[in-house]
């Protein structure tokens, strides 16, 4: 079992730069793949990255490649996505999510565990 809550999300100007902070409490964080996730209202939950148990791999949404860069502190159980050149379009409540098994998952359907959501707003 893990726990996540989100935080770090606000209001930026388009061009700034966030960074999101997921902290998690559990049995064993090292041993969960973790994600990152976005959605707005009417849409369905998106795949942003994930990186591995070990912290050694990673992937990003095409979307948000080259912009954003998910990392993980094992020994302060926290996972982070580091947002940069932000964009109108990546206004959303992001979320944080674990998985106990796997590589690199990026469906929703694919994590056992999900944080509460933070806001993030990119005025144009």
């Known amino acids: 079992q893990v726990q996540l809550v989100e935080s770090g999300g606000g209001l930026v100007q388009a061009g700034g730069s966030l960074r999101l902070s997921c902290a998690a409490s559990?049995?064993?964080?090292?041993?969960?793949?973790m994600g990152w996730f976005r959605q707005t209202p009417g849409k369905e939950r998106e795949f942003v990255a994930t990186i591995s148990r070990s912290g050694g791999s990673s992937r990003y949404a095409d979307s948000v490649k080259g912009r954003f860069t998910i990392s993980r502190d094992s020994a302060k159980n926290t996972v982070y996505l580091q947002m940069s050149s932000l964009k109108p379009e990546d206004t959303a409540v992001y979320y944080c999510a674990a998985r106990s098994t796997g590589y690199l998952p990026s469906g929703p359907d694919e994590y056992d565990y999900w944080g509460q959501g933070t806001q993030v707003t990119v005025s144009s």
């Open positions: 559990g049995r064993t964080f090292s041993n969960y793949s």
